[in-house]
Structures are given as C-alpha cells and as structure tokens.
C-alpha cells in the first residue's frame, strides 16, 4: 500500500470516530498498518481534529521510529504497535474515551453477552484487562499496556472479539482495516450503554445462550454469513 | 394497493426511524404488505439508509419469494413474515435496536405501564417473549422468533399492543401502516427510557391502575375516542 | 389584553417546549388566559407543532365553552381550567410529557431539593398529587386531575413552587405568563434529571438546608431579588 | 494585560461553556483577573448569552468595586474574588450548573479518580466542600461559598486540582486563563458523567492506583510532560 492512502485511511478512520460522537477535544487516535512494509500510520498527539489533514498523520517503522512526519506521534503509539505486533490479522487499531466504553473500563468488568446486537460484533464478552502493576506502571508504561492487552487475549481471537477494555483506563478496538476499527468503536461504544441499562434492570442477567451468541456471530461472519448484499 | 406506493411507505417507515434517532449505522428495517395481494415490501439487508431508494425495497410474496427486486431482503424477512400470516389487522412492522427498548429486551422484562404516555400508546405491559430454545435458534431462527411473538400474543390482542420484545434481542413494532408501525417505534423507545428511570426511583412500581390504563387508552383508540381532530 | 396577543403568547410557549427538548410528536399544552375578561387560549388537540399558527390557538370562556377557533381544544383543557380559577395569580400554564420529569411523575415521588438548582426556582420539593381514584378517573378526569393538582397544593404558595407532578401521568407547570410557564417546564426537566442522578448517588440524600433553600430562592424572587439586571 | 483583551478573553470563555453544552437559559458564568493590576472581568448577571459582548463584561477592582461596565456583575462575583486571593496562580474562573457535576455537588460527594481520563486533569478526587453553615449561609453567602472552597483545599494544590464541587449547589473551575478554566469545566462534566455510570456498576470501586494517577498526570502536566506539540 502507497503511503499516501494509509495516511488518508488513518485520518478518515479518525474523523469517524468524532463524527459519531466518542471524542471530546483532542481525545482518542486511530492509526493503521501496512504489513508489507510494517511501517504505521498514526493520529499526532494532541492537534485537534478539524484542522488534522493526512500530512499530519505520523509514520513509523515497527519498532517506533519516526520515519515520515514533523509531529510528535500519539503518547499511545507504543499500545498500537505491540497490538500490531501480537495480532497480526488486524489492520487498524482505535483508542477512545468514549463515556460508556469507559465506564466499563473504569470499573474493571468485562462487558457481557447480553444481545444479539453485542453479538453481531463481538463473539464473547469484551474483556477487561487485569490492572497494571506499579512497576508497569512505571516502566514502558504505554508497551506495558499493550502487553497487558495481549496477555488478556491468550486464548481468545482478537479477531473474533475485536475489543478490549484496559481496567482503570479506556477501549481499544480493531479491526482489518482502520476505518473498520474505528466501527468497532462505534458499536462498543453503544452495546456498552446498552449493557449499563441492562445490567441495572437486571443486576443477576448472565447474557444470551452460546448458541445465539453463535447464529448471531456467524449470520455476520465468516463463511456462512448471509447478512448484507453479496 | 399499488407495488409503488407500498414500497414509498416502506422507505419512508425506514426513513423516519432513523429521523427520530432509533438506528445506528444499517441497524432496523421496516416492511409493509398489501393485504389485498399478500405481497411484502422490506428494507434490503445491509443498505445504508442514505442511499435508499424506494426501488431498492425487496417485494415477495407471503412465502417469501422474491416478486421485484434486484437485492436480498432484511435477514428478518421471515420474522416479518410469520407476523403478518399471525395479526391479520396489521399493514406493516417495524425492528429497531433502538437503545433502551433493547435493554429492556436484553433483561427479558416486559416494560409495565408505569404511565399515561404508556397507556396512550399501549394497552397493558410491553410484553417480552420467552428466550428461544437452542433448537428454535439453530433451526430456522427468524420464523422462530416470529413464531415466540406470536406464542406470546396469545390472549393479547396486538392491535392493542403493538410492540413485543424479543428476549436477548431486540423490539419489534407494528400497526394499520408501515408509518405507524415506525411511530409506534419511538413512543416504545421513548416509553422504555422513562420506564428505566421509574424502576430506578421506584424498584417496587407496579404500574398504573386499570382505570387510568383504559381511560388513557381509550381517549386515544375506538369508537369514543376524544384526542386529536376530527 | 387582545386576543392576538394573547394567542400568539401561547403559540410562542407551545413553541419554546418543542426548541427545548421537552415535546415527542403532538405531546404537551401550553395555554394563557386574560385575567381581564377571563378569556382562555389553549393548543389544539394533536396538531404538529411545526404547522400550528396563532390562528389555530383555541379560546374557550372560564367555562370551557369556546369562543372562537374552528379547532377542538386540548384534551386537558378542564384540567387548565380548574388551575387557572384556583389559583388566581397564574397567567400562563404548560404540560408536558418530558422525560425526567415523567418518570418522577410515574414513580409518584416529589422531587426533593436537592441543590441551588432546584431553589432558584421552586421553593420546596416539586410536590406529587395523590393518585386518582378509578371514580375520579371514570367521571370527569381532566377536571378531577386538576382539583388533585389544587388539593396538593393546599397550604402552599403555588407561585413559590410552579410546578407540580400528577402521580402515574406526567408534569404541570404555571408562571404569571405562558412563556413564564414554559421556561419552569424546562427548568423543572432539568432539575428532575440532575435529582435522578442524585437519588441514585445518595439514596439517604434528603436535599438542602432551609437556609440554602431561602438564601437561593429570595436571590431571584420577591422584593429583595438581587439576580439579573434591574 | 490591556482591559479589552481581559474581557475578550472572559467573554469567549463563556461563550466555550455554551457550545460544550453546561449552560441553560442564563446559567453559569466565566470570569478572568489580570494579576499585574488585580483587575477581574466577569460576566454579568443574568444577560442571556446570544446577546452578550465583550463590552458587557463587567470590570471591577479585587474588593468588588466596578471600575467599568453599566451592568451588574455575575451574583457570584464575591466568590470569584475570593478565590483569585487565595490561589495566586490561577487566571480564570468558570461557574457552571453542568448536569453531572452539579448532582455530584448536591450528593455532597467528591468525585473518585476511577480513570486515566480523570487523572490526566485531576491529580486526584475532585472534592466536594462541607456544606455551608446556616450563619454562613445567612451572612455573606457568596463570600462565605469562598471560603468554603479555599478551607478544603488546605493541604492540596488548586493546579493540581482545578476543580471543587460546592456540596448542595455545583462545580467551580480554574486555569491559567479564563479558557483553561472553562475547558477544565467540559472535562470535569464529561468525568462527573462517566464516574456516576462507574459507581453504579462498581459500587464499591475506590479508583485508580497512586502510580497510575501520577503517570497519567504527569504525561499531560509539569515540567516531563510528553503529551502533546511542543
């Protein structure tokens, strides 16, 4: 992929996210990957959105170093890239604050199952990460976080459940593209309010069965999906 | 009626529901049928609703059968379908995931008539269904769940209630026209974010009396009904 | 006053609680009466807002028989009414259906005082009436609803404290204008949110000192009112 | 600072808290000192915010004397005062009635640190005051409001927490600048929001870690901080 494309896709995927409503002030980054090259683009840290163009979106090497770009890249990049690193069938990686997804995240609960709509997108409950140590924490504080995030997912698709929680802190999601990562904000983002409400009128619920979990999942991915024009 | 006006209330049915902040993305759709030939007008699977156009409506025949049409209908049709063969009266169905009436789907409560915006609308509780068996969501899922709908109506009259929810899914709507199946989408929506606030302030709420229920409801329905103009 | 005036007050109240957020479809009734002649305008039943003139205002005598308009009047009329020959300093009076209010409404709560908010305005909590009895609501029940408004508030100043919650239905509202009325009919949903919260927050919570009560409420009422410009 | 500048600067503060969505009608009010001459602006009371213009601000001395403006100052102005004299480094001041952060003031709660987004503002709980005295509320009642928040935050740096919930009553804000207050006020709603939803699905949640309140905090802030342009 030409670098000029990735940098456009990382800023649409972006402005997606604002224009949905999950991003207060300078919150939030998207950035995407190109495995050929393993090189990735992403949000500048702290420029805000409406005067962000592609130009500005920040290049870097697998390994952090700036290649292209006169902006500092977002505090996070070091998140996006172990996720990169560990997941290699995701090509795009989002953060929000979103007020929902946060709050789940704030309190340290993997969001369930609850609906056909959290199952449509997400084949499980979205995780919740352990907390970071002090010493993690205090180390590569951004690496760690990516870590944390991977230690989390042994066992599980990154791809199936393409969410996670990171405890006291906010989401990440992703998806094979960043404009698809950036849905899987969106929709967090909502199956996450919608769990709220849920999980006060009914504080025992366990979510749906594994067997709507699954026609749910599959009616949208995977070989036999049927949902959408071919 | 003819097929081009049941498929410009069927766009217009799917339009307003995105109007009234019921629809996130592709999320929904709504149907219509002609009573006289038995023939459906639905949303196509999967279509932003900004590009919609009345041609783009699906029409088919009571078994489903495609009848004009180049796209493949809402994975619901056949939810729609058991629905229209079950409540003779109605003219056309309304399914969102709009936010709150989702949740009270998610918890599997039926929504009580805690007020007159209720009992304006609906004549007794929201009712929810059952959750599907294992084998009715591994079989043919869609009439399954139009048939618990229906299994539910037993003893209700749905033209006096005209809204069920689908445990672990989501609501479904409907009335005389597409359009009102679609307004009685909102009031639901509406009816179920002040139902939630009510059961929080009130855990131990019942509801209305019947007096209050039926003076309501039949200010607004039947022969001595007084709102509106002539 | 001359009817035109007085017409195009309530036009312009129905009007500022549909700008406000407060109005679903043909939900809620402003009204205004001419304390010289008696003379009442009220909205017409169930007629968009976003088509309603001046003209289509309804003017009815103290005794509800109308005066001109070719429009049937509110259904709540009696219930208008009955507020405005109780309660002599009232000239203005809205009803909604606003969604925190309602909800307050339907768990048949007042809404205590919780902060400076509230005080500004109401001084007190916003009292529930009693619910109807099924006589009440079988025989003249916009009337009835009307003398439960008036008998809670027996033994208050319906001027200090313009607002008021019919248990099970929904929120009243007066002022000495109906543009006085609809500004607390936004005030008082606005309170109704913000004291949910706080319900939730401090279920022991049992709202503000008398103290802090008089010091907010005289800040801005009576003759020794400091707030705003002279 | 030339006195034009103060009041644009005042003035567009106001203005930042109407966009952002904290004010209704004429809530709320911003105000800014020029510490060369201890000359503050702030807004007047009670002038509807559409209207207002930087010549409507009101200039007076640091005792309250207006040196220039025809309108009465904000009725919180001996607030403002109060505390420009006793945190020397602050510039700007915001009052608001924002929806969250006002019903955690009437719950008399400080807000936990539950979150990263909270700690990159916030070097801890946002406090709430005790509540006033009778006698304090009976006296001088917004001076007193003043001293209320300067006696709770003995012990604790103003910069480092530049917020207060005043118990019964609603957030105050500051800065360096009228600016910073008002975008300290957004952020400190947007977390009063996402803290209720997290303390009602972890009731019993204590917030995050000391080392994750200082990272979070000290990447946004002081002397290493990497967030952001140069």
């Avoid at 990382?10 to 939030?28: D, H, K, P, S, W």
């Avoid at 002090?134 to 590569?140: C, L, P, R, S, V």
């Avoid at 067997?211 to 991915?221: Q, V």
């Amino acid at each position: 992929m030409k670098l000029p494309l990735l940098r456009a896709q990382v800023l649409e995927a972006n402005l997606e996210i604002v224009r949905r409503g999950l991003v207060l002030y300078t919150f939030g980054n998207a950035s995407g990957i190109d495995r050929e090259t393993g090189l990735v683009a992403i949000k500048p840290s702290g420029v805000p959105y409406d005067k962000m163009t592609a130009e500005d979106m920040v290049v870097c090497d697998p390994d952090g170093k700036i290649i292209e770009g006169s902006l500092k890249p977002s505090s996070d990049l070091e998140t996006h890239l172990e996720l990169y690193r560990a997941f290699p069938a995701i090509g795009g990686i989002i953060h929000t604050h979103s007020e929902f997804a946060t709050a789940w995240a704030q309190s340290g609960l993997s969001i369930p199952a609850f609906g056909t709509t959290h199952a449509d997108y997400f084949h499980g409950p979205v995780p919740a990460t352990a907390e970071l140590s002090d010493a993690e924490i205090q180390g590569e504080y951004e690496l760690n976080t990516g870590k944390a995030i991977v230690r989390r997912f042994s066992g599980l698709d990154p791809m199936a459940t393409p969410a996670v929680l990171v405890a006291g802190h906010a989401p990440f999601t992703w998806g094979k593209t960043p404009m698809e990562a950036a849905h899987n904000a969106v929709i967090l983002e909502y199956v996450a309010r919608m769990a709220f409400t849920t999980s006060v009128l009914r504080p025992d619920g366990t979510g749906v069965s594994q067997a709507l979990l699954d026609r749910h999942y599959f009616r949208k991915h995977g070989a036999s999906a049927t949902y959408g024009q071919k």
